[in-house]
Nanobody, 127 residues
Framework: VQLQASGGGLVQAGGSLRLSCAAS????????MGWFRQAPGKEREFVAA????????FYADSVKGRFTISRDNAKNTVYLQMNSLEPEDTAVYYC?????????????????????WGQGTLVTVSS
């Protein structure tokens, strides 16, 4: 399984970015996906997750109302639309795939619950 994250960059506070994560090598549509981020000197933290069908989504309180996670199973891709970005959102963003549970619709919040990770894409928000 390979996950390829893209879409990061430099944006001013208040701006928007859309991250993408393309999965290959395994049937994607049966499994939950998540986004995490890691700022310099900090631990990796949960951002958002989506269940296998896209019908359920979960967010960290810090991004709720600003970020939207979605997926296109026909394209084996998950997205993270980030609006109203703040300097505190600056981090490397990682997508992750949970292969342990098929058709699971609960929230998956811990990094150790995910089996595969993308390489990360840097998001920098300037004030």
């Amino acid at each position: 399984v390979q996950l390829q994250a893209s879409g990061g960059g430099l944006v001013q506070a208040g701006g928007s970015l859309r991250l993408s994560c393309a999965a290959s090598g395994r049937t994607f549509s049966m499994y939950a996906m998540g986004w995490f981020r890691q700022a310099p000197g900090k631990e990796r933290e949960f951002v958002a997750a989506i269940n296998w069908s896209g019908g359920r989504t979960f967010y960290a309180d810090s991004v709720k109302g600003r970020f939207t996670i979605s997926r296109d199973n026909a394209k084996n891709t998950v997205y993270l639309q980030m609006n109203s970005l703040e300097p505190e959102d600056t981090a490397v963003y990682y997508c992750a795939l949970d292969l342990g549970r098929r058709y699971y619709s609960g929230g998956i919040y811990r990094p150790d619950e995910y089996d595969y990770w993308g390489q990360g894409t840097l998001v920098t928000v300037s004030s």
